[in-house]
């Protein structure tokens, strides 16, 4: 049984014997069962729901708890959740309570990203799957190859890892494909950035080989202007450095800082 729910039926028996015994008087029981449902009840639902505060069984279900069927039937033509790549996974997920907790009061967040708990469902349902379709449908959030092992850094789990990070991010990929689909190589869940990352020295020559040049380098664009602007008419596209340095691509060298118009 849920502790909140052991502790509140301890109560209720102990306030009945102590009541029916006249232990306590009516007064005193008004200001117990004031805290008693105030622990049942813990906190003010968020600003979005605020409006079913009077409606418990709106997400509560007796024996249930928060019953997964409500939410969906409010939710389920939620067209903008389903559209977006990284959160349509909501079409086929079983469960929403561990990333969108409530009773956080008024102005909480509602929702927060749990990719463990992704892992977690991804790898059960993996379990459970014999080679039909349900397979399927999960690999596209584990990846179908588990890896083994060590994860690959120590700023991710092993069980994050085995998650199809591009299917939910590609969108997201700063590297023009360059890095491939492996993101948990390199990231972590929680941001983007990579605190020990430094980045090659400003006067490297290989800067191609993590970067790729912007489709207009490739036509008329590239003679006219880029390499007018940079005064360097006869460089070759591949040849980053003799134009840009690290600070920024409009950053141009020997030339200061290059405005669109
Ligand atoms: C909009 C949906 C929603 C409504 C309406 C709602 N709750 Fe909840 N409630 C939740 C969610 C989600 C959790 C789980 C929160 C968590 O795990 O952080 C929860 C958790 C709880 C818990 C903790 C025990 C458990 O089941 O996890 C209690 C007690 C509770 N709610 C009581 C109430 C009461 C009393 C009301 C009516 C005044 C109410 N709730 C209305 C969504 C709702
Ligand atoms: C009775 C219908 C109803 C139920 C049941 C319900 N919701 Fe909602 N929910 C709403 C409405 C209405 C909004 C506000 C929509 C808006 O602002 O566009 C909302 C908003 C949300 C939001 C967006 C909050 C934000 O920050 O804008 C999330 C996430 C959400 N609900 C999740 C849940 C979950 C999880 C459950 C089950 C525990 C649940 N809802 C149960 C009607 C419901
Ligand atoms: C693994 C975590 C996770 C689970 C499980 C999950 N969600 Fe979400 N949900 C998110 C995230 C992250 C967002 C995006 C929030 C954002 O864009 O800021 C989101 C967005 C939403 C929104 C739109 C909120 C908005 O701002 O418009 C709704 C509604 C919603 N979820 C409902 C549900 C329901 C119903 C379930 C259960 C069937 C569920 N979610 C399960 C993580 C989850
Ligand atoms: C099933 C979809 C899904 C998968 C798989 C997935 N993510 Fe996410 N991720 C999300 C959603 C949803 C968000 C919330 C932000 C948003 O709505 O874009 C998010 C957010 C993030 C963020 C931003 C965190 C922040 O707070 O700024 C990072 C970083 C991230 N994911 C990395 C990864 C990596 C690395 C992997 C692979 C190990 C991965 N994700 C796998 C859905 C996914
Ligand atoms: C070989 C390693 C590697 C791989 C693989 C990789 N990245 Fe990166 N990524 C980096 C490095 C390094 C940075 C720079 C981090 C920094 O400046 O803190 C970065 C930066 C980013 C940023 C910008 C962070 C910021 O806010 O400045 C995003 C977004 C991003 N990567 C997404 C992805 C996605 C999505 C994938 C998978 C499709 C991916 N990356 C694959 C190494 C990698
Ligand atoms: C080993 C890989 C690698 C090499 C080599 C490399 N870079 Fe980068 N560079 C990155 C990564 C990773 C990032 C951060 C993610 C991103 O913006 O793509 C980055 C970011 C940048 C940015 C910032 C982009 C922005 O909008 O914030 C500039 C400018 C840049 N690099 C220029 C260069 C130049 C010029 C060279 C050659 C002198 C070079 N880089 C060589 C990996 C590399
Ligand atoms: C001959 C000089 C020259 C070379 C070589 C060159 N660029 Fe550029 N690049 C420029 C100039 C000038 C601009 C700004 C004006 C413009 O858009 O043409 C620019 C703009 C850019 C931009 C910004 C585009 C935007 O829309 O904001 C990126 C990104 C970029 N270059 C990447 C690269 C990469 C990667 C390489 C090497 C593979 C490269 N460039 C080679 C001169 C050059």
Redesign the pocket.
Known sequence: MNRKLLIAVIVIVGLVVAYATGAISPSTTETISHTLHRSVNPDSLSAAHANLTGNCQACHTPVVGVD?AK??LC?AN?E??LQRQP?SF?AS?G??K???REHQGLAAKL?K??HS??ATIGMNSLAKADFGTQRQSTSTMIRDKLRIGMPPHNRITLEEATLDCASCHSNDDQHQSLFGTDCAQCHATDRWTIPEYKHPSPSSTNCNQCHQAPPSHYMMHFKMISATVAGKPHARVEQCNQCHQTTSWNDIKNVGWYKHH
């Open positions: 997964t939410c969906i939710h939620d903008s959740i959160t909501h997920i469960t929403c561990e990333c969108h929702s990203m749990d708990l992704l």
